[in-house]
């Protein structure tokens, strides 16, 4: 596997989608992790531990794994020597807290999930530990009650602010000291207690200033009567925060003692939320677990590609058992690359352990390796053409492949000439082939459908068309042919007969007609006046020149009873006089005997609409059902 499968499977944007199904950062964390495994006994590992949670997941309201968080960073302040903070001590409890009840919840699981039981009785209770957390933190604030030290320390720091602000109220209350104070209350800066005093008064009061107003009209000062009393409460401040220092660093040694069976717990919750976020996603799109084997035999039943809507067409399909390479045609916007990816999210997805959703009787194969060569690799960093690219991509392959490799190639061989385009392709399809890798290729070459037709080992498959609406019904029909429906495209828009029947012939054998004919010259025609004695009847599809509008136009209608003549201007059909019209070149002259003169006149929507057919537009298809089902009524 390389970046590319990756990318071009979209495997990333599905672990995204059962990421969103984790509670947690170490869920998230160990999927983007997560690769396919190559191995059969630990995809079948990861395959029964989703099973297990999503049939816990089917039988229980609750899984108790919310509120866990991802402790990974303290563990790793822990790790450098740090003490925690209340609040990291608090996350690391309710991690302990959120270990003990998902081992709780296994104890009894063991019928419904042995293996996820089992991983249960590796995780270590921490109860001491959390109530010890619990009774110093609450609030995320050591409480006073942590010790007998920080009682006695916090009981004295509040009589001394009690004596503080009781001094300085009678500061505040004094008539001598009324004309200094700017403003009435006790005010606490820097942690000490200070009285606004108007700044021209403030070599008045005796005391020290603390801070200045922006403005400096105020100063705030500590009164000389408590500054005996503020230094004493700055010392049992200390005295606290050593304190609390000291039962933070206890805690936080505490926890560091019991690190290796933590980090264990760590990393099963990790994989609890991993796993049941795997079911979660399972269950969202009622998926299944399929079989799976290492021998290269892939059954889709109903299987839908897990990124598309849920009312999406069902893949049906088949390989590795009577054959092990099929080449996919049939028109563009048909689903032939939605097959392709289609096959390889889910082996993806099954080597990475999670559900699809599908039908029972579905199975699988663990691939050494999964290659693709899908869209437009061109690059212009390495001045790459797209056919270089793909040439590139696919020698790359090549040379990395084994006999228990996937390889998914979309419009093999494309980019360059066809007819070296198709030799190669096969070419390259054989090698692959006798190198014993699983191949599906998508293709719009004859030569490669017919390859597949004669060897025993290759078998084409068709995405079918619905011929009478001209809609792609995006369903793989195996063992049948397709084509790109050219030919019926065009007798919709009326080419001729004649013409259809021979490029049916051309397709079936090469024998080209390679009569030789005269060609046809266009002669240079001076402009011919038209006068009373010689009077020229225009004919439909000569070019005349429209003198009153000084430019040329092409006759659609000859002239009527009142001597007028339709003719198509610029895309305007407009009727004019035939005196005021002059021939420049007879359609004669212009045109081979059996010309359809009717195809001048094709409106431009109609070309747009041809233009639209011939590169597989949907919505050009859909007007054209629906023109022939108007016919159709009528």
């Known amino acids: 596997m390389n970046s590319m499968t990756y990318e071009k499977l979209q495997y990333f944007e599905l672990k995204e989608r059962v990421k969103d199904h984790c509670v947690s950062g170490l869920g998230k964390a160990l999927l983007d992790q997560l690769q396919p495994s190559s191995l059969l006994n630990v995809v079948k590992i990861r395959l029964n531990e989703t099973t297990e949670a ?10 108790p794994l919310k509120g866990i968080s991802n402790v990974g960073n303290l563990i790793e302040k822990l790790e450098k020597g740090m003490i925690l903070e209340p609040a990291e001590l608090v996350a690391i409890a309710d991690f302990l807290r959120g270990c003990r009840n998902i081992k709780k919840f296994m104890e009894d699981k063991e019928f419904f999930a042995p293996t996820l039981h089992t991983y249960a009785l590796s995780m270590t209770e921490f109860r001491s530990i959390e109530e010890e957390i619990q009774f110093v933190i609450k609030g995320n604030m050591v409480v006073s009650e942590a010790s007998k030290d920080l009682k006695r320390i916090r009981n004295q720091i509040g009589k001394t602010e009690s004596k503080i602000e009781e001094r300085l109220n009678k500061f505040l209350k004094s008539g001598a000291n009324k ?6 209350f006790i005010s606490k800066k820097d942690d000490r207690f200070t009285i606004p005093i108007k700044a021209s008064y403030k070599n008045q009061v005796d005391g020290t200033i603390v801070e200045v107003s922006s403005k400096g009209a105020t100063v705030f000062m500590e009164p000389a009567a408590v ?3 503020n230094v004493e409460l700055a010392s049992l401040k200390t005295e606290e925060s050593m304190e609390v220092y000291q039962l933070l660093a206890t805690l936080s040694g505490t926890i560091y003692e019991q690190l290796k069976p933590i980090k264990v717990n760590i990393e099963l919750i990790s994989q609890y939320d991993m796993i049941f976020a795997k079911a979660k996603f399972s269950k969202s799109m009622d998926a299944i677990e399929p079989k799976i084997n290492n021998h290269g035999y892939i059954r889709l039943k109903g299987c839908r590609h897990p990124l598309l809507p849920q009312n999406s067409v069902p893949l049906d399909f088949e390989l590795g058992k009577d054959y092990r390479s099929l080449i996919i045609t049939g028109p563009n916007a048909g689903g032939k690359t939605v097959v392709l990816k289609t096959i390889g999210i889910l082996t993806l997805a099954i080597m990475s352990g999670f559900h699809i959703a599908g039908e029972e009787g579905t199975e699988l194969a663990v691939f050494d390796h999964v290659f693709v060569d899908i869209g437009d690799n061109q690059s212009m960093e390495n ?3 797209t056919f270089s690219s793909h040439m590139k991509n696919i020698s790359e392959i090549m040379s990395a492949s084994s006999n228990n490799t996937l390889l998914l190639f979309d419009e093999i ?5 066809p007819n070296e385009g198709a030799a190669l392709a096969i070419a390259i399809l054989e090698e692959f082939y006798k190198m014993g890798c699983l191949t599906v290729a998508t293709t719009h070459y004859g030569e490669i459908k017919r390859h597949s037709e004669r060897h025993s080992d290759f078998i084409n498959a068709a995405m079918q068309f619905n011929n009478e609406t001209l809609e792609p019904m995006y369903k793989l029909l195996i063992g049948e042919s397709g084509d790109s429906n050219a030919l019926y495209i065009a007798r919709k828009m009326n080419v001729s007969e004649k013409v259809l029947l021979k490029a049916r012939r051309y397709i079936d054998n090469k024998d080209y007609d390679m009569d030789r004919v005269e060609a ?3 002669k240079k025609t001076k402009i011919i006046s038209t006068t009373k004695e010689d009077v020229y009847e225009f004919e439909v599809g000569d070019k005349v020149k429209v003198t009153e509008l000084n430019g040329d136009a092409i006759v659609y209608k000859k002239r009527d009873a009142f001597n007028n003549i339709i003719v198509l201007f610029e895309d305007t059909f407009i009727e004019i006089h035939a005196n005021r019209i002059e021939l420049k070149l007879k359609a004669s002259d212009l045109y081979p005997e059996g010309y ?3 195809s001048l006149f094709v409106s431009y929507e109609e070309r747009k609409l041809q233009h639209d057919l011939e590169r597989g537009s949907k919505k050009a298809l859909k007007k054209i059902a629906s023109d022939i089902r108007k016919e159709l009524k009528e």
């Open 520 to 522: 046809h010259k266009i």
């Open 54 to 63: 999503r049939n816990l997941l089917n039988a229980e309201n609750h899984i």
């Open 413 to 417: 061989g494309s980019g360059t000439e």
């Open 227 to 229: 500054t005996k009393l």
């Open 596 to 598: 359809d003169l009717d």
């Open 383 to 385: 001045a790459l053409s």
């Open 179 to 184: 004309e200094f104070i700017q403003e009435f």
